[in-house]
C-alpha cells in the first residue's frame, strides 16, 4: 500500500468514528457541561487529571476553562493536576499524586475531569476513588470499553467513552468531546 493511500485510509477511520462518537456522546458531554456549570455557578472548580497525553487533555482542558474556547469571558475555576508531570510518559502510572492533590484541593461539589485511554491507568482509578469520597463528581473521558474507570464510576457520575480501540481514534475523539465539552459550558453560562 502506497503511503499516500494509508494516510487517506487514517482519515476515513478518524471520519467514521467521529460520525459514529456524534451519536453516542452528545448526550453524556451535555450531562457533563451541565454539571460542570453547576459546580462553577456555586463555586465549584474542576479538577483534571491523566498520565501521559491523556495528562496533556487535562492541561488542554484546564487552559481553555481558565482563558477561553472561542468567546471571550471570565477565567474559570480549573486545575490540571500534577502540572508538567501529569506529561511525563517515564512518570510511575500508580504514582499516587493524582490522589493526594485531590485530597487537598477537592469539596463536595467540586468536579473531577478523569483522563484515561483505556480506563485502566492505577493513579487515574485511585484518584476517582478519592473525589468520590469527597462527594466530588466525576466525569470520565476514556475509550475503548471504558476500562476500570467506568467499573467504577456511580449514578451521578458520567462517561464519555470514545467508540474505538485505537488509541489515535480514541485520543482524536477525546480531543474533540473537550471541545465539545468547553463549548457548551460557555453556551450555558453565555447563551447563544
Known amino acids: 500500500m502506497p503511503p499516500q493511500q494509508r494516510i487517506q485510509d487514517q482519515f476515513q477511520a478518524s471520519i467514521h468514528t467521529q460520525v459514529d462518537a456524534a451519536d453516542l456522546l452528545a448526550e453524556p458531554i451535555a450531562r457533563s457541561a451541565e454539571l460542570i456549570t453547576n459546580s462553577l455557578m456555586h463555586e465549584g472548580k474542576i479538577l483534571a487529571c491523566g498520565n501521559a497525553a491523556c495528562g496533556l487533555y487535562a492541561q488542554y482542558a484546564a487552559a481553555i476553562l481558565t482563558d477561553r474556547l472561542d468567546r471571550e469571558r471570565p477565567g474559570l475555576a480549573a486545575i490540571a493536576l500534577s502540572g508538567s508531570a501529569a506529561a511525563d510518559v517515564s512518570r510511575d502510572p500508580a504514582d499516587p499524586a493524582f490522589a493526594r492533590q485531590i485530597s487537598a484541593l477537592g469539596h463536595g461539589g467540586d468536579v473531577l475531569l478523569a483522563i484515561s485511554t483505556f480506563g485502566h491507568a492505577p493513579a487515574t482509578l485511585e484518584a476517582v476513588r478519592v ?16 476500562g476500570g474507570l467506568a467499573e467504577i464510576l456511580r449514578e451521578q457520575d458520567v462517561l464519555i467513552c470514545a467508540p474505538a480501540d485505537s488509541p489515535a481514534r ?22 447563544a
Open 170 to 191: 480514541i485520543h482524536e475523539t477525546l480531543l474533540l468531546a473537550i471541545h465539545c465539552l468547553c463549548d457548551g459550558i460557555d453556551y450555558l453560562l453565555l447563551g
Open 131 to 146: 473525589a468520590q469520597s469527597r462527594d466530588m463528581i466525576v466525569i470520565a473521558l476514556v475509550g475503548g470499553e471504558g
